[in-house]
């Protein structure tokens, strides 16, 4: 299946389109026997992907051993899977990443140690940090955050991440 998206004027937008492999639409086990139908997903989000005038962009946090980006990659529903084989993302992480790639989003690193929140933020996600953040990291989330964003934030269970706790609690 070929999603198109035309212009304001009815022409098709060169380069701007979504293609879904018949496997796609399809859940299978790692037999590869099939189980599932996945066809409603694929199409809503061609439809969301392509209706919208922007591509947002969700941001997964790196420096503190998240499940998230192992090398300097931005990826989207075409580069995901490449990504992945590269050893760019991180194989726990790449069902998540790759549920915003097919939603239509570009999904980048982020380190907030070197790097304030970009502007350009839909979203921002905290996967599985294995140390906590620092008091200007925190203070870089919270900014964000008191501007209308959004974090989601998924720890471990047992995790010592005193300064993330602590910040969400205000």
């Known amino acids: 299946i070929i999603v198109l998206r035309k212009d304001a004027y009815g022409n098709y937008v060169k380069g701007d389109f979504r293609a879904y492999p018949i496997n796609y639409f399809y859940v299978a086990d790692q037999n590869g026997a099939l189980y599932g139908y996945n066809g409603e997903l694929v199409f809503m989000s061609a439809i969301l992907a392509m209706s919208s ?12 051993g998240e499940l998230s ?9 075409f580069t995901a899977e490449t990504a992945l084989k590269n050893g760019l993302l991180s194989p726990d992480a790449f069902e998540l990443i790759w549920l915003f790639c097919e939603s239509g989003f570009t999904v980048k690193p982020l380190n907030l140690m070197s790097s304030d929140v970009p502007s350009d933020a ?23 955050l008191r501007n209308e964003g959004a974090v989601f934030a998924f720890t471990p269970y047992n995790a010592e991440l005193k300064n993330l706790f602590a910040s969400f609690e205000q």
């Open 53 to 64: 005038d922007t591509i947002p962009t969700v941001y997964f946090t790196v420096g503190h």
């Open 122 to 144: 839909r979203m921002g996600i905290i996967n599985e940090p294995q140390s906590d953040f620092d008091d200007s990291e925190i203070y870089k989330i919270n900014s964000y």
């Open 69 to 77: 980006f192992t090398g300097d990659a931005t990826v989207d529903h």
